[in-house]
């Protein structure tokens, strides 16, 4: 049974940091590339990082600009997004994707940078 579950979401004020992880099981982590997308309502899902395999190359959001980092324990059958520098356009429900030539998506965890 795949899982793929994302946690590290919260309240954070403008300029702070939040580290979101996604576990995984059920498939096969190290095969797949992961990535983070977020969507708020009325608007489409966007990229927001992808780490691939078996590179490990990242690609990122124009929005990002140098603030978040993404990265990946194939030991743990995990990937993280490290937000920095948050601001107040990056809230959003935040999603994790595991893709090879199955896609497999997280339920998503919010993220709300607020004063």
């Known amino acids: 049974q795949v899982q793929v579950v994302e946690s590290g979401g919260g309240l954070v004020q403008p300029g702070g940091s939040l580290r979101l992880s996604c576990v995984t099981s059920?498939?096969?982590?190290?095969?797949?590339?992961m990535s983070w997308y977020r969507q708020v309502p009325g608007k489409e899902r966007e990229m927001v990082a992808t780490?691939?395999?078996?590179?490990?190359?990242?690609n990122y959001g124009a929005f990002v600009r140098g603030r978040f980092t993404i990265s990946r324990d194939n030991a743990k059958n995990t990937a993280y997004l490290q937000m920095n520098n948050l601001e107040f356009e990056d809230t959003a429900m935040y999603y994790c994707?595991?893709?090879?030539?199955?896609?497999?998506w997280g339920q998503g965890t919010q993220v709300t940078v607020s004063s």
């Open positions: 780490i691939s395999v078996p590179s490990s190359y990242t």
């Open positions: 994707k595991a893709i090879k030539q199955q896609t497999y």
């Open positions: 059920g498939f096969t982590f190290s095969d797949y590339a």
